[in-house]
């Protein structure tokens, strides 16, 4: 089993939706949660970081459910520049990722 | 601040031919990492160092694939002989506490 479990959508939405995917995670060990974003040919950029709880930027949430080891993005007035690869990492001394949620915002 | 910078960003060789990936790290970054990424397998950790140190190479595919880091600035990836199925996108990331930083990756095609 991979450390890491993402849905891999993907996730076609209209600009202004909200959209939300989860990503689980098996080493309960994990400190801390990252959502990475990564666009076409381009490297991972950071997006948040989850340490306890959740984490709020902007339009942008992440909520961490340590009891059911999974955490989740919600993108609220998705906007076209939104459109990516969103990987959720897990990180215990090293980082794990998983395959990663494709998101396509449409006019 | 340059940020993690690796060399070469485009590697095209035939196989059997040894090929050599170059990653400089963020100065004051402790660990290192290198990651490979295909459509089939996603982001893979292959190996990390931590003070220089190779600390956990078990996802390194197989002997052909071996890793240095002889100082603080400069680590290699090595594939030797380098095959087909080795052709993806190779990035290097430093950490500094929790903060991860990607190079811009190196992607390599073996004809």
């Known amino acids: 089993r991979k450390e890491v479990e993402q849905d891999p959508g993907p996730f076609n939405v209209p600009e202004g939706a909200t959209v939300a995917f989860n990503c689980t995670y098996s080493?309960?060990?994990?400190?801390?949660f990252f959502w990475y974003r990564q666009d076409c040919r381009k490297e991972p950029k950071l997006l948040m970081s989850?340490?306890?709880s959740g984490n709020e930027d902007g339009r942008f949430t992440a909520q961490l459910n340590r009891a059911s080891q999974y955490i989740s993005l919600l993108i609220r007035d998705s906007k076209l520049s939104d459109s990516a690869t969103y990987l959720c990492g897990s990180n215990d001394y090293k980082l794990s990722f998983g395959a990663g949620t494709t998101v396509t915002v449409r006019a | 601040d340059a940020g993690v910078i690796q060399s070469p960003r485009h590697e095209v060789t035939e196989m059997g031919q040894e090929v050599t990936l170059r990653c400089k790290p963020i100065?004051?970054?402790?660990?290192l990492f290198w990651y490979r990424q295909t459509m089939m397998r996603g982001l893979e950790l292959l190996i990390y160092?931590?003070?220089?140190?190779?600390?956990?190479d078990s996802g390194m595919p197989e002997d052909r694939f071996s890793a240095k880091m002889p100082n603080a600035s400069f680590s290699t990836l090595k594939i030797q002989p380098s095959e087909p199925r080795d052709s993806a996108v190779y990035f290097c990331?430093?950490?500094?506490?929790?903060?991860?930083?990607f190079g811009s990756g190196t992607r390599l095609t073996v004809v």
């Open positions: 100065s004051g970054h402790d660990y």
């Open positions: 989850v340490y306890s």
């Open positions: 990331a430093s950490r500094n506490r929790d903060s991860y930083t």
């Open positions: 160092f931590n003070n220089n140190v190779p600390i956990d």
């Open positions: 080493n309960s060990a994990s400190q801390s």
